[in-house]
């Protein structure tokens, strides 16, 4: 009897710290460090605009880290805007917000490649299947494939995420079918799914089933985790992290995984960024795998 030919190895498990999350008991800067203390070669963040270009150009030349994902500028955050892509009246702001992103991201890649730039919906306070509605998915939608074409021009690729309206009351997009809708629409690879587990356990569940459906249309191109409910590390809660890191490296996944909650543990004044490391026992050995039983 014929012995059966080895089977290819799964690709390790790429996760990335995110620096508007974790660490956040040290300045902003101070954070990659830590996080390449802490054994992380990747890392992402919410709004490097908010930082000095070359401050964060020195961080990642000294730690040899790669900033993996952003978000381009969301519009007033503080006054509660979520996103500029389907407000109305706010296109010129949008475009801006867009092509001032896509520069930020030529300059923040490595060798190993650029950042991913999370182009946020916005919200929408209208009813379902109203006009009002109705015009913000259009407005979406046109922008993007303005955007994707920009995007494709300078050699970034965008994203578009799913958020739970738990944590995000009003915001425009909710369902991965919805995003992956759009992406298929209008048809450019520098257009991808930024598929939060997270917030798809929270809206629609059956996150195995999703994950099996959905990355084999190479259209997600992001991938972030977090416990569910609390948003605490992987390692407690609705979803078993263990099995679907197995999943993960059976569906063949070779990108990244943000790192994107809060730390269970309370800062130590002492000691700074030690919450974080401390709750990180979650992550699997880069050559584990999950003691999953196939009969």
């Known amino acids: ?20 999350w974790l660490y956040t008991d040290l ?22 605009h908010e930082h000095p270009l070359a401050d964060i150009q020195a961080r990642l030349r000294d730690t040899g880290l790669s900033l993996v994902l952003f978000n381009a500028e969301p519009g007033h955050w503080a006054a509660g805007e979520r996103g500029l892509a389907s407000l109305e009246g706010r296109e010129s702001d949008f475009r801006h917000s867009v092509l001032a992103a896509l520069e930020r991201a030529c300059a923040l890649g490595d060798s190993r490649g650029a950042p991913l730039v999370h182009v946020m919906a916005g919200l929408c306070t209208a009813p379902a299947g109203s006009a009002a509605h109705q015009a913000a998915w259009a407005r979406f939608e046109q922008r993007l494939a303005w955007a994707a074409g920009q995007a494709q021009a300078h050699g970034i690729t965008l994203t578009i995420e799913p958020i739970n309206p738990r944590d995000m009351p009003g915001y425009l997009l909710t369902r991965q079918d919805e995003a992956h809708g759009i992406v298929q629409r209008i048809g450019s690879a520098h257009l991808r799914v930024q598929m939060d587990l997270y917030h798809c356990q929270i809206v629609e569940g059956d ?14 191109g992001h991938l972030q985790i977090a416990g569910v409910p609390d948003r605490n590390e992987p390692d407690r809660g609705e979803l078993h992290h263990p099995w679907l890191f197995d999943e993960l490296q059976r569906l063949g996944w070779s990108g990244w995984i943000g790192c994107e909650y809060r730390p269970r543990a309370a800062p130590l004044p002492d000691a700074p960024g030690a919450a974080t490391t401390q709750g990180l026992g979650w992550r699997p050995h880069p050559h584990e795998r999950s003691t999953r039983h196939v009969g």
């Open 27 to 48: 300045p902003f800067l101070d954070r990659f460090a830590a996080a390449a203390r802490d054994g992380f070669t990747g890392v992402e963040c919410l709004f490097p």
């Open 1 to 20: 009897m014929n012995a059966s030919p080895p089977q290819p190895a799964s690709p390790a498990l790429r996760f990335a710290a995110n620096l508007s």
């Open 207 to 220: 996150v195995t089933t999703r994950l099996r459906h959905w990355l084999p249309t190479a259209q997600v």
